[in-house]
């Protein structure tokens, strides 16, 4: 039995039942909402708060982020990447991920930070009593001090099956997750409240969520600090926090990701279901295409403009190769978007960049060499200039269109821009850069991302 409850100033609005339905979908008969912060590792909120950087400095970061984050996708998206019941292994480093979710787990609520994973599945936290446990600066949760924690019967669909994701081991549902470097965490697969807030006068309480107590882990590379107690997944995989919600909010969530250029990394909000605010403006629509087995968000490239100039790639040059490499999808963990340089016959980054040099050359604008930053196409920024050149991703029934100064990076410190786009290596991947001010909207029920402009600095809690 699953239930929500939200708490508007202590004061109980609604309270309703939802049962399990196939696998882990839960029915209602009303759709409902839930909302949550994006809090970006470089804001004042973060746990991993830097301290006062400079612009540069802030980019920098970002930009490594962005290369880890790119580079596990790249290696965990492949065949080569082995997941099985017993064990799912891939590969991760603690600078893959750049936002961070602030949760309550159990009753009574602790609070813990996760670090949010668009490409994984698994929610899992810091589990006592511990067998090996990292070193927190904050408690760690204790499933026996929870009085609605449960462990998930290994009569479970996950557990059990064709599609089970974990294994029955001693009466209990196991998960063994290993990383790159040598970590792993391993524990239970288990039920526990949920407790989500935006901001101090309002939580909405999720019960019966599926996650990992995981009471093992070793080697973790984001530990050394203590404060990230473990991964919030946001994939579309059957044991994320959206699929698990998935009928309860009318298989819809949505994010608007604020500028990266503003003063203070301000965080987003992840709405669900009836949070999601009205359309609004010029809407489109492209369907997820996710190839056998993946439960990333893949979608039909079918080619790319820089301004008005459309390079005219062949149709099946985005495509899903034969050995799983290929394809594009959207990730906002990646910042700095990929463009593949592995496709077949023609390389797409190389034209994308060749395109870029055309027109900024075109201008006589001036090329500079090697910039901190580590962009590869960059050019002095005459005052008063203005003429960037839009980007457009065109997909299968929709076309995504970037206004040019979020197409580019700019050290204004040094009068300079940069194209913000990098080679990928077997993967197109639309990242947050491209992301800015766009109300984005994953749409299980139509099986669609829909999108549109917004002004994502005025986006509020529901």
Not at 102 to 108: A, H, K, L
């Amino acid at each position: 039995m699953v239930r929500m409850r939200t708490y508007p100033a202590a004061t109980v609005l609604f309270l309703f039942f939802l049962t399990f339905s196939q696998l882990l979908h839960f029915i209602s008969s009303k759709p409902t909402g839930l909302s949550f912060r994006l809090i970006p590792r470089d804001s004042p909120e973060s746990p991993l708060y830097p301290g006062n950087l400079t612009r540069l400095e802030r980019i920098e970061r970002m930009i490594k982020f962005s290369d880890v984050r790119a580079a596990y996708l790249e290696s965990s998206s492949t065949p080569s990447a082995t997941v099985d019941a017993e064990r799912i292994v891939f590969t991760l480093l603690r600078e893959g991920f750049y936002y961070i979710v602030q949760v309550g787990i159990g009753s009574p609520p602790l609070n813990v930070f996760l670090l949010m994973d668009t490409g994984g599945g698994l929610i899992w936290t810091q589990c006592q009593p511990c067998k090996n446990c990292y070193r927190q600066q904050f408690p760690i949760y204790n499933s026996v001090a929870s009085a609605t924690y449960r462990k998930l019967p290994c009569d479970h669909p996950l557990c059990q099956g064709d599609n089970n994701l974990y294994k029955c081991v001693d009466q209990q549902c196991i998960y063994s997750v290993g990383y790159g470097g040598g970590g792993t965490t391993k524990g239970v697969a288990s039920f526990e409240s949920f407790r989500f807030t935006t901001d101090s006068s309002s939580a909405t309480t999720v019960d019966n969520i599926i996650f990992g107590c995981s009471n093992d882990n070793q080697n973790i590379q984001f530990a050394s600090r203590g404060v990230i107690s473990g991964i919030l997944g946001l994939s579309s995989s059957p044991d994320s926090i959206v699929m698990q919600l998935s009928d309860v909010v009318d298989k819809r969530f949505s994010y608007c990701l604020v500028p990266f250029t503003d003063a203070l990394m301000a965080p987003s909000i992840v709405k669900f279901g009836i949070d999601i605010p009205p359309l609004s403006g010029t809407v489109q629509a492209t369907t997820f295409v996710p190839p056998p087995g993946s439960f990333y968000y893949h979608l039909s490239l079918i080619d790319i403009s820089v301004g008005t100039r459309r390079l005219g790639f062949a149709p099946d040059t985005f495509r899903v190769r034969p050995d799983g490499q290929g394809g594009c999808i959207i990730d906002s963990g990646v910042i700095i978007p990929k463009i593949d340089q592995t496709t077949v016959g023609r390389n797409a980054y190389r034209a994308v960049m060749g395109a870029f040099q055309n027109y900024y050359d075109a201008l006589k604008l001036e090329r500079i060499g090697r910039v901190p930053e580590g962009l590869q196409l960059c050019y002095k920024n005459p005052p008063g200039f203005n003429n960037f050149a839009s980007f457009t991703y065109h997909f299968d029934g929709a076309s995504y269109d970037i206004e040019g100064k979020f197409v580019n990076l700019f050290n204004v410190d040094q009068g300079y821009f940069c194209v913000a786009l990098q080679p990928g290596n077997g993967r197109t991947i639309l990242g947050a850069w491209h992301q800015q001010n766009k109300r984005l909207i994953y749409n299980s029920r139509i099986n669609a991302l829909q999108f549109y402009t917004d002004t994502c600095s005025n986006d509020t809690p529901p």
